[in-house]
C-alpha cells in the first residue's frame, strides 16, 4: 500500500483583507523559525530524510500577486533539490491582489477563498498561472492538484482535464463536503472528469463525525490504526495531510512569536519511522508516483474505516493541555 504525506506549503493573508493595514505573511509562514532554527520546512525535510520517506509539497502559486519578489521560488527548489515531489497548490484569495481597489472589492464580497463555486474559465485561468510559474522555477510541470480549503466541485475537474493535469487530492470529507453524491469519496483512485482523484483518508473517528487524516489533528496511535486498516482493507492509497506551520505554536501578529510544537513533530517522527520499520507492508512515496499507477479493480474502493473512540478521547485530551501549555508558553516569554 503506497502511503503520500502531502504539505500545503503556503503564505497567509494575515488578516490584510479584514485590515488592509496589515500584512500578508509569507517565508516565515513555512520555515518557522524559533530561535534561528527552522522548526517548519527544515524540520519535515530532516525528518523525511531520516526515515527515507519521500513526500509530497504542494505550493501555493497565487502569491504571487502580492510577493512580486518571489520568495516561494528557493523553497520549491529546496524542496525539489531534497527529491520530494513539487505539485500544484492554488488559494484564489491572492489573486485579488493584481486589483488596486481589493479592499473594496472583498468588503462587497469576502468568499474570495472559494474555489467551488468558481466558473471553469476563471480556475482554468489560476491552474495556467500556477503551470507557468513552475516553468519560470525551473520545475517539472505539475502533475497533481489541490484546491486550497480542500474545495470542490464539477467545474474545478473540468478545468483541471482542460489544463491537462492528470491527478489531483481536493477532497478530504472531513474538512469540506460539497454535498454532492458522486464526491463523497473516503479513500482509493477515482475518475472525475478524466481527472484521477486521490482523496486524503477520511475515517468515522467517534460516531458518525469525518475526520481526514491530519498529523495536526490525528495520533499518532489514530495514523496507525487506520494505516492498518486500510492495509487489510486492500486499499492501494492512503493520503496524509499535514502544513509546515503545524509544527509551532504561534501567538501574535504576523506570525513572529513561535515556539516548537513538540507534539505535532513526535506524530510525524512515529509515522515516518513506523513506515520505515514495515516496508513489506507500506511504501512512502509522491503523490504523482502512487496515481500514475496503473487502475485495478481495487482502485474505486471507498470503504469509511472506523476509529475508536477512546483514541478519539485520548488525542482530544492530549491536544487540549498541550495547546493550552503552549499558549501558556508564549505568553509568559511575551
Not at 223 to 242: D, F, K, N, P, S
Amino acid at each position: 500500500m503506497r502511503v503520500c504525506i502531502t504539505i500545503d506549503t503556503e503564505f497567509s493573508i494575515a488578516g490584510a483583507f479584514a485590515d488592509p493595514a496589515r500584512q500578508p505573511v509569507g517565508v516565515p509562514m513555512v520555515r518557522c523559525e524559533v530561535a534561528g532554527r527552522s522548526q517548519g520546512l527544515d524540520f519535515l525535510l530532516g525528518c523525511f530524510g531520516r526515515h527515507g520517506v519521500q513526500a509530497t509539497f504542494f505550493v501555493e502559486t497565487a502569491q504571487r500577486h502580492w510577493f512580486r519578489d518571489d520568495p516561494m521560488r528557493a523553497l520549491a527548489r529546496q524542496i525539489a533539490d531534497a527529491g520530494h515531489e513539487v505539485q500544484l497548490h492554488v488559494h484564489p484569495c491572492w489573486a485579488m491582489f493584481r486589483n488596486a481597489d481589493w479592499p473594496q472589492r472583498v468588503r462587497r464580497q469576502p468568499r474570495q477563498d472559494d474555489l467551488a463555486g468558481r466558473d471553469v474559465a476563471s480556475t482554468l485561468g489560476l491552474l495556467r498561472q500556477g503551470q507557468a510559474t513552475f516553468t519560470e522555477w525551473g520545475l517539472p510541470a505539475p502533475q497533481v492538484f489541490r484546491a486550497g480549503n480542500l474545495q470542490y466541485d464539477d467545474n474545478l475537474y473540468r478545468a483541471l482535464s482542460a489544463a491537462g493535469i492528470p491527478y489531483s487530492s481536493n477532497i478530504g470529507l472531513g474538512v469540506y463536503s460539497a454535498g454532492l453524491p458522486e464526491y463523497q469519496l473516503y479513500a482509493g483512485r477515482h475518475l472525475r472528469h478524466g481527472v484521477l482523484e486521490c482523496p486524503v483518508l477520511t475515517y468515522c473517528d467517534w460516531r458518525s463525525h469525518l475526520k481526514s487524516v491530519a498529523v495536526s489533528s490525528s495520533s499518532f496511535a489514530e495514523m496507525r490504526a487506520v494505516l492498518e486498516q486500510a492495509y487489510a482493507a486492500g486499499l492501494e492509497l492512503v493520503v496524509i495531510l499535514t502544513h509546515p506551520f503545524e509544527y509551532v505554536h504561534s501567538d501574535g501578529d504576523g506570525f513572529r512569536r513561535l515556539r516548537r510544537h513538540a507534539l505535532n513533530q513526535a506524530r510525524l517522527e512515529r509515522l515516518c519511522a513506523y513506515l520505515a520499520a514495515h516496508p513489506q507492508r507500506f511504501e512512502a512515496c509522491g503523490m504523482a508516483a502512487a496515481a500514475g499507477q496503473p487502475l485495478t479493480a481495487a482502485s474505486a474502493h471507498n470503504p469509511l474505516l472506523r476509529g475508536r473512540p477512546w483514541r478519539t478521547a485520548c488525542r482530544i485530551t492530549a491536544q487540549t493541555v498541550y495547546d493550552r501549555y503552549g499558549r501558556w508558553m508564549l505568553a509568559r516569554a511575551a
